[in-house]
């Protein structure tokens, strides 16, 4: 890995300049991917950088499917990559999953140790997890354990969230993830004691249908006692599917507005019992990507909406994404549509986009990547390589979201440059993280963690 000092110098001096070019972006991971219904992925602890992530094999065949974990020393520059499990292996379709779905969902808990949670992809009814050995030390872990919220439980997407104002004032971790009892559905286990023994809630979104149908959801909390949720009715593939809201507080679930819903347990029977935020359609398909709160307490949100049906020629559908941004003023929901997101990743997931992602601490700034210009939508060729590619841009608004300024993080790439993440860090400074290479399925890629640190 380079000197990260120096090219800390020199990313700060581009990014006045007003670019960022591929080439002096620093490596933290050679080969690791993530899935985007995760979280948190990327976590800062004091003068750590955590980043969670699947390695492919590619470059070493003995990663191939690893879980890992890299602590970056932001003082020294030193990045250390610790292999929480070898080859997550499926316990009921047995082969190598290598599957960047398996991504693992990072806690710093309260006494500083950290707290890694990660399964398979629906092929296993096991939740695993570890806990560091000692505080703010990613170097050794403790060994594996297993809970199994039940026999028939298929699990996937873990995404840990600690109130601190729960349990007596003890406090209570949550892990909300899908599959519990082969449902497919939004479902939660909690522990009382940091992680180290979980217990099983249940489904909290059903969707009766004669189809199966799979909601998804991103969460974002404020640490205390609440925990938002942003959701749709399935995969837009199978469904028209729109975006919704909700929050759960003191053992409710409320509309944005703060109505009561129903409790957590049983929790929604349908998900347009929530608040409803973008109404989708058979031309408009959406899927959430972020969600933070602001120093309110309100959140703000991005997701991207497909132009087209499934029945449209085959070299169209999914060629023509739009990203899309929200704000909860306290009565309603502002919600505009600010950038061209360009085609699918790969064909065959027509809903797959670069992703587009939030700056936790600037409401007015957002990371998109995109294969088309932000602005006018026409296609990003390199002058490189002549070909087509994903790249970063940085976007800022001053008029909560009606308009934006664009500026391009990366140019001329030789690489794809996708799901970009900025970690959650109350300080003078922010991280940007992507992954950049290959990216042909989600169990066939050749990506690289990249990113950069720099002055706000």
Known sequence: MRSWTRLALTVLTMACAGLLAAADVGMFNDDGGWCWFQDERVVVDGNKLLIASVASGTRDPARQGDIEVVSYDMDSGKPTRFELHDRLVRKFRERIAQDDHNAPALLVRPDGRYLAVYSDHGGDNRILYRVSARPHDAA???????????????????????????????????????????????????SDDQGASWNMGGVFIDFPDKLPRRPYVKYASNGRDTIHMLYSESTPYSYDTSIYHMYYRDG????????????????????????LIYRGNSQNVAWMSDMHIDNSGRPWIAYSVRKGTLKDPEDRIGADHRYRYARWTGKRWMDHEIAYAGSQLYRGEDDYTGLITLDPEDPHTVYISTNAHPGSGKPLVSAADGK?????????????????????????????NIRPVVPIWKN??????WLRGAYRTYTDYDLAVVGFIAKR
């Open 252 to 275: 409710m679930l409320h509309h944005s507005n703060g109505e009561p819903i129903r409790a957590l347990s049983p929790g929604l029977r349908h998900p347009n019992e929530g608040t």
């Open 428 to 433: 003078k400074r922010y991280a940007l993280l």
């Open 388 to 416: 087509r590619h994903w790249e970063i841009f940085r976007g800022e608004t001053r008029s909560d979201g009606a308009t934006w300024t664009w500026t391009a993080v990366t140019k001329d790439s030789t690489a794809d």
């Open 140 to 190: 050794t872990w403790e060994p594996e354990q297993v809970f199994t919220p039940s026999a028939i439980s298929r699990v996937t997407y873990s995404n840990l969230h600690f109130l601190s104002r729960e349990n007596n004032g003890a406090g209570r971790i949550y892990d909300f993830f899908r599959g519990y009892n082969a449902s497919n559905k939004p479902s939660y286990a909690w």
